[in-house]
């Protein structure tokens, strides 16, 4: 399967985050990078699509955020990485001083995803890397996978959390819809809800989204990912989220795998998207479900049955010691 990914990705380096209480080092490492190249035999270059397809998604004021936020946070005398600690809580007035502190508390939600030195360039090229794969499957391929480093799917139209700076995804089926596709369904299949991706495309109908996930009634992002939530206005019955115990294994997963993939045939997208993410692997060090990596080939077959051109974009996935593997036993799913 053709990969597309640029060097220019590894630029994202923060040295640690806030979990349960702690600083510890970054599970989104530069190690997964190594780890996941190692599986893929053919990359292509990725190609520059320039700022555009990033604007259609992203808000301006906090694309602008993101270019400046480590250079603010040196600039006012910070060491290290740029890290939110004071949040708007609920119906606390907008942000009103453009000061970094309160930038990065208006624009994050959560404490695992600080602004580092070389993120805006990683993220950047990152989108391009979808972009150049989704280049790829609109051109006549039938499959691509674009290796997106650092993940996407957390991040709004107006905000960072979960390891995601810009929506990789969405940044991909938005100019899917620009450039000739009249319906684009994203099929999410990381361990975490998709939320980012749900709340940029939650009033659109030409965009169905649907998650398969760990239920946020015990894990992470917890504020979105309900069943209940299935789109609103005119998106209303075009979002489908699948939460999912601890604890869940292929053969649990199997059946709702089927009913979303039910959904996607139903709605008949001349694109598919699917976030792949290894984070369900039954190794991984901060997730808890148990899938294995055989169950990988199988997940991967069943989503290329429904016979659509698709993009694979990478998203979570922490077990670098296994990640080459189930990336390679995924993809291989595609090609069987
Ligand atoms: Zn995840």
Known sequence: MISYFSDRQARHAPAMELQNG??????????????????????????????????????????????????????????????????PIRGRRPLALARIDAELGQYAYDCGTPVAEGTWEAVYWNAQTALSGLDAVLGG??????????????AGRDYMGGYSYLNNVAIAAEHALRHGAKKVAVLDVDYHHGNGTQDIFYEREEVLTLSLHADPKSDYPFYWGHADETG???????????????GTSWVAYKPNLLRAIDRVQAFQPDLLIVPYGADTYAGDPISFFNIETEDYTAMGATIAALDLPTLICMEGGYAVESLGANVAAFLTGFEA
């Open 141 to 154: 391929t039938a499959c691509a996978f674009a290796f997106c480093r650092p993940p996407g799917h957390h």
């Open 232 to 246: 609103a206005g005119a998106g209303a019955g075009y979002n489908h989220n699948f939460p999912m115990p601890r």
């Open 22 to 87: 702690e600083m510890v080092p970054h599970a989104e490492c530069h190690a997964r990078v190594d780890a996941i190249k190692s599986a893929l035999p053919r990359i292509a270059i990725t190609e520059d699509h320039g700022m555009a397809p990033i604007q259609a998604v992203h808000e301006a004021a906090y694309i602008d955020f993101l270019q400046r936020a480590h250079a603010d946070w040196v600039a006012a005398g910070r060491p290290g990485d740029a890290f939110p600690y004071v949040f």
